[in-house]
């Protein structure tokens, strides 16, 4: 009778190690399920992170190209020179004391058939599920002339990091008087309040240090992300520093000439002392490589599992994604991976998939003691993409007091501390 | 009405050089499908012609119609053959229009 | 691959076994979890979001509730509060409450 066997194997099971005596060592590790996880940022980390706390008998690999990684929410406040680097930078250490064999290397090849993964080192790793979350690349002459040769001179800052200080240092080395540039892509990008915080918070040191000088951005959209509260705060803390100039006021950069410092849209050319280019963006190499995008830049998939609706067997999480009603954000990276590394367990433990609902919310500074946010809750819709819950989705009022923008930015900073302890603690 | 307009012509260009001229003019390009809160259509009006001019010889011209969005933008090109000015028309359907000019050095 | 199948199958039996309150605790993480962007990993916060792990479970679904109303007034609550059934509120205040 097999159930009677079954039970007895599970009071032996129970009795803890008796079961790895039963069985050679090597049949009890192909019993584990493997899954790889490439990219380590904030949907990478998450997942590698949430399978381990719901499942510990999985086994994770995640690989990561760099040591350390820096992120992207709070660097525009080291761009503005609240913040040092360091402050806003994390190892994997943590990530391996909880048990995820974290490799540091470039993933260069899938084979979603045989499924394995190829590293750059010469590394193979086979997995029974794998996890893209690769984030985005910039779409190089995007904007004609801007290279990445082009973004050593006028940096994008838009992966945090060495050109993070870069634009820093532009900055700090800029003469009082001198123009600043921050040109915006269209939708969709990372982070779409991001560029208008840095605006903010350029904005608060050229105000404290350079006050002669200006800020212009350069937009190629109409609207944007919290517009009322930025513009409410660009008029009061700022006056005369901040424009913008959105794409009908000929705001949309067609071209740059890095070499001669000439920043061009449809009608005008500028000549910026420091000039920050955002340009388009899609999906990591390694999603796009393997045709996940269908040609469109980034990758759609089933909004309860996080699964390719391309490739089965591969999730992924983040910027690479088709985001449905979500923003492509670092909160909704973690949201997600959460959602996925609870689906992955039931898809391998022979579980239902649970319905989720996911959050997000972007907190922007228009300076340190200045804070605001975009609110909102998420489902699976019904025709496959992420939609919001009615009510859910809406900023911090405007007109608000100091106060209230006060307690906002400490709550950004304990968001911070919170979601980044959440990946990396 | 009066309304802004903006455009890009090179400022010098050599013979037989392929330039592109741009062309806004912010409009609100009322399509008469919209609805006001008391129920009542926003009546249709849009810019229905635009027209450029090279030293008086129109080399490109565009039907607009209902439909295209508010601040039509239009890039087109033309052949450089020699110095002189280059006029971009818009013709509104309220009978009125708009011009505006600049010059080219052909060399 | 027959010892794969086989521990598959008991860990599915196992789970079934618990019972109840397993799969209650199951469901409630999924929602939960999302919470903790902000709270804590189980609610243990870092800095002025308050902490949630351990707090009185009734307490804490009455302040969802009055967030969603609108009766107590906050800032992030107010919106997302509403995203969720009354009784996926009470699962996910017995949730926090029992992380300590
Ligand atoms: C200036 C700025 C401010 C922002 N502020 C906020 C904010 O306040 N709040 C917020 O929620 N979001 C913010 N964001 C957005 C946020 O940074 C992204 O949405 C988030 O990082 C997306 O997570 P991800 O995992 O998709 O990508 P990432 O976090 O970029 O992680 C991708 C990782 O994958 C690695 N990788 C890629 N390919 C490979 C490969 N082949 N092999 C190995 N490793 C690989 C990369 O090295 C990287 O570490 C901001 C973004 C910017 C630019």
Redesign the pocket.
């Known amino acids: 009778m097999t159930s009677l066997t079954r039970r007895n194997f599970v009071v032996a099971a129970a009795a803890g190690a008796t079961l790895a005596a039963l069985r050679p060592a090597r049949v009890f590790a192909q019993a584990r399920p493997r899954v790889v996880v490439?990219?380590?940022?904030?949907?990478?980390?998450?997942v590698a992170r949430w399978l381990r706390r719901t499942d510990d008998g999985i086994d994770v690999t995640l690989?990561?190209?760099?040591a350390r990684?820096v992120?992207?929410?709070?660097?525009?406040l080291v761009?503005g020179g609240q913040r040092s680097i360091e402050s806003i930078s994390f190892g994997y250490d943590a990530v391996r004391r909880a048990g995820v064999d974290v490799v540091q290397?470039?993933?260069?090849a899938i084979d979603p058939v045989a499924r394995r993964v190829t590293?750059?080192g010469g590394r193979v790793l086979t997995y029974d599920r794998l996890v893209?979350?690769?984030?985005?690349?910039l779409v190089w002459n995007g904007i004609e002339g801007y290279d990445e040769a082009a973004s050593d001179i006028m940096p994008h800052?838009?992966?945090?990091g060495p050109q993070?200080l870069l634009l820093r240092r532009k900055l700090e080395a800029m003469d009082d008087g001198g123009l600043v540039v921050v040109a915006v892509p269209d939708n969709p990008y990372?982070?779409p309040?991001?560029?208008y915080?840095?605006a903010s918070l350029i904005a608060g040191y050229l105000k404290a240090n350079k006050p002669k000088s200006k800020l212009i951005v350069l937009d190629a959209k109409e609207t944007f992300s919290k517009q009322p509260l930025f513009q409410e705060a660009w008029k009061n803390l700022y006056p005369g520093i901040v424009e913008w100039r959105p794409k009908s006021q000929s705001g949309r950069v067609v071209s740059v000439k890095a070499r001669e410092g000439v920043v061009s849209t449809e009608f005008d050319d500028l000549k910026p002392a420091v000039a920050n280019i955002?340009p388009p963006q899609r999906a990591?190499?390694?999603a796009i490589a393997l045709g996940l995008d269908e040609g469109k830049g980034f990758c759609t998939v089933d909004p309860r599992t996080f699964e390719s609706k391309v490739a089965p067997g591969i999730h992924l999480?983040?910027?690479?994604?088709v985001p449905g009603a979500m923003?492509?954000?670092?909160?909704?990276?973690?949201s997600q991976?959460k959602v996925c590394a609870r689906a992955i367990v039931s898809l391998l433990r022979s579980r239902p998939v649970e319905e989720p609902i996911l959050l997000?919310?972007?907190?922007?500074y228009a300076a340190t003691d200045h804070g605001f946010a975009i609110f909102g809750a998420f489902r699976p819709g019904d025709t496959g993409l992420i939609v919001d819950i009615p009510g859910t989705v809406g900023t911090s009022p405007l007109g608000a007091s100091a106060q209230d923008r006060a307690l906002e930015a400490r709550y950004?900073e304990s968001?911070?501390s919170n979601?980044t302890a959440d990946m990396f603690a | 009405m009066a309304a802004a307009t903006r455009i890009r012509v090179p400022a010098t260009a050599r013979r037989g050089e392929i330039m592109e001229l741009r062309a806004i003019i912010m409009h609100p390009m009322e399509n008469g499908f919209r609805m006001e809160t008391n129920g009542e259509y926003v009546p249709v009006h849009i810019i229905h012609t635009f027209v450029c001019r090279y030293n008086g010889a129109e080399v490109f011209r565009a039907r607009l119609e209902p439909g295209i969005a508010a601040n039509p933008y239009l890039a087109f090109t033309t052949r450089a053959t020699e110095s002189g000015t280059i006029e971009f028309i818009w013709l509104d359907d309220d009978g009125t229009f708009e011009v505006a000019a600049a010059t080219v050095e052909v060399t | 691959m027959r010892a794969a199948a086989f521990i598959l199958s008991t860990a599915v039996f196992l789970s079934a076994g618990i019972g109840g309150a397993a799969a209650q605790e199951r469901d409630a993480a999924i929602l939960a979890n999302a919470c903790m962007s902000c709270h804590g990993v189980d609610g243990k916060s870092q800095g002025v979001i308050p902490a949630l792990a351990g707090q009185d479970a009734r307490e804490m679904a009455q302040l969802m509730k009055d967030y969603a109303s609108g009766a107590v007034k906050g800032t992030a609550m107010n919106f997302i509060a509403k995203g969720y059934t009354l009784d996926q509120i009470d699962a996910i205040a017995a949730f926090f409450s029992a992380r300590k």
């Not at chain 1, 800052?157 to 945090?160: E, I, P, R, T, V």
């Not at chain 1, 999480?317 to 994604?321: F, H």
């Not at chain 1, 923003?327 to 973690?334: D, H, L, Q």
């Open positions: 490439i990219g380590g940022g904030f949907g990478g980390a998450s690989v990561e190209r760099n990684f992120t992207c929410p709070f660097s525009n761009v290397d470039t993933a260069t590293l750059q893209l979350a690769p984030g985005i690349q800052a838009w992966q945090a993070t990372r982070c309040p991001g560029p915080e840095r955002i990591g190499q390694i999480v983040g910027d690479a994604i923003p492509k954000s670092g909160f909704a990276a973690n991976a997000n919310t972007c907190y922007s950004a968001w911070y979601i």
